[in-house]
Nanobody, 120 residues
Framework: QVQLVESGGGLVQPGESLRLSCAAS????????MSWYRQAPGKERELVAA?????????YYADSVKGRFTISRDHAKNQVYLQMNSLKPEDTAVYYC????????????WGQGTQVTVSS
């Protein structure tokens, strides 16, 4: 069973940094896409960043986070990270990790989310 567990959220001041982690388990497929989404109160969930498992794939970033956030993965630890720098109050949201895995067809799995609050 695929499980995704996020960690690293918290309360920070504007301009500070946080690193979110997503620990993935329960799959060994080699073709997958790992993504970070976020959902602020009263707003729809939005894609923040994505990273593919295949060589040559290009990372995706939402325009609102380009230049400030970096997505990365550690195959050995089965972890995906979201380094968030220069945080702004508008980055406040629950951040979710999503795995889209190809195994004869595409499957999607979500983590439970971690709260990020940026406030002075």
């Amino acid at each position: 069973q695929v499980q995704l567990v996020e960690s690293g959220g918290g309360l920070v001041q504007p301009g500070e940094s946080l690193r979110l982690s997503c620990a993935a388990s329960g799959f060994t497929d080699s073709n997958y896409v790992m993504s970070w989404y976020r959902q602020a109160p009263g707003k729809e969930r939005e894609l923040v960043a994505a990273i593919g498992s295949l060589g040559g794939s290009t990372n995706y970033y939402a325009d609102s986070v380009k230049g400030r956030f970096t997505i990365s993965r550690d195959h050995a630890k089965n972890q995906v990270y979201l380094q968030m720098n220069s945080l702004k109050p508008e980055d406040t949201a629950v951040y979710y990790c999503k795995a889209r895995i190809y195994s004869s067809r595409w499957y999607e799995y979500w983590g439970q989310g971690t709260q990020v609050t940026v406030s002075s």
